[in-house]
């Protein structure tokens, strides 16, 4: 696989500082996701790093009063949004809200009670939770996988490389938001994946807001793409994975759920994952998001305004 992904795939685009993503070298498969879970894997030092470099751009480019917003200021909301969800993973999920690092959470207030730590410094709790989001992105968008698609997607090198840049805009995003949609409705997921779920994560992909700009993903490339996504997702969800033998359906939904934040290049500019994503975690009742970023929200997107004062 090397060979296909090391040539343009590179470390800016796995750390995903910048609210684009162009990597014919993955696809858009590989963007993002790891920095994000790193994050809640790391220590809260690190994850107030994160928290002052998102603040400085919000207080760059936000005017107190204004009631008109710029990309650069519904970016640094989404980066809030996905510090929340990556402290929230980093701080024991079984904790109430309250008890989550109100620093990053941009509440402030009280100092934050940290969870019982194993020798690795991540209690057993999130370690499940974390894993549970790795396996699944590990499962879809291994070597083996993107090869499998990269290679098919067209008889040239560079013609490849066009369609897996124009694959790079939303489509894995848009994948997770289908196969969470897909579980939310399956009964008795990890017992056995029907295959008319394929066409349900198909329909998301191709019917995305997105999807015009893609000019290169034509009917044939999403079929190409979801065949093998699903495959693998398949696959990780019925054998071979212990640990999502053990878990339950809400909780698939939310892992796919936080894959497909964390893989989206740019969530402000991505309906379907503010939608179907990141608006059903803000919904839960363990707390996600902290209030301060629920408010931005409201401010921001119009999915959010139902919220009002209540967010």
């Not at 067209?154 to 490849?160: C, G, L, V």
Request: some cysteine; proline content about 4%; aromatic content about 6%.
């Amino acid at each position: 696989m090397a060979s296909v992904r090391a040539a343009n795939h590179n470390q800016s685009c796995a750390r995903a500082k910048r609210h684009v993503c162009n990597c014919s070298g993955c696809g858009g498969s590989q963007h993002g996701w790891e920095s994000w879970v790193g994050l809640a894997n790391s220590t809260e030092r690190e994850r107030q790093e994160k928290f002052a470099e998102i603040q400085k751009v919000w207080d760059r480019h936000h005017k107190p009063g204004s009631t008109r917003s710029n990309a650069h200021v519904r970016g640094a909301v989404a980066d809030f949004a996905r510090l929340d969800v990556a402290s929230w993973l980093g701080n024991n999920p079984g904790r109430d809200s309250a008890d989550r690092n109100p620093v990053l959470a941009g509440s402030g207030g009280k100092q934050p009670i940290s969870p019982v730590r194993g020798k690795s410094g991540v209690s057993q709790l999130e370690l499940e939770l974390i894993d549970q989001i790795e396996t699944l992105a590990r499962s879809m968008t291994n070597a083996a996988v993107w090869e499998d698609i990269y290679l098919n997607l067209a008889d040239t090198p560079d013609s490849r490389r066009a369609i897996a840049r124009d694959l790079a805009s939303h489509v894995w995003c848009d994948l997770f938001v289908g196969l969470s949609r897909f579980v939310e409705k399956c009964q008795n997921l990890l017992e056995k994946v029907p295959d008319w779920g394929k066409g349900i994560v198909r329909l998301a992909v191709s019917t995305a807001s997105n999807q015009s700009k893609r000019e290169l993903v034509t009917d044939k490339v999403i079929d190409l793409v979801v065949d093998r996504v699903w495959g693998a997702f398949k696959g990780t969800a019925v054998g071979g994975f212990p640990l999502l033998t053990l878990v339950t359906r809400e909780e698939a939904v939310r892992s796919l759920r936080i894959l497909a934040l964390f893989t989206c290049p740019a969530p402000e500019a991505h309906q379907e994952v503010r939608e179907h994503s990141l608006k059903p975690l803000g919904e839960e009742l363990h707390g996600l998001l902290a209030d301060g970023t629920k408010e931005r929200l409201v401010q921001l997107f119009p999915e959010w305004e139902e919220f009002g004062t209540a967010a």
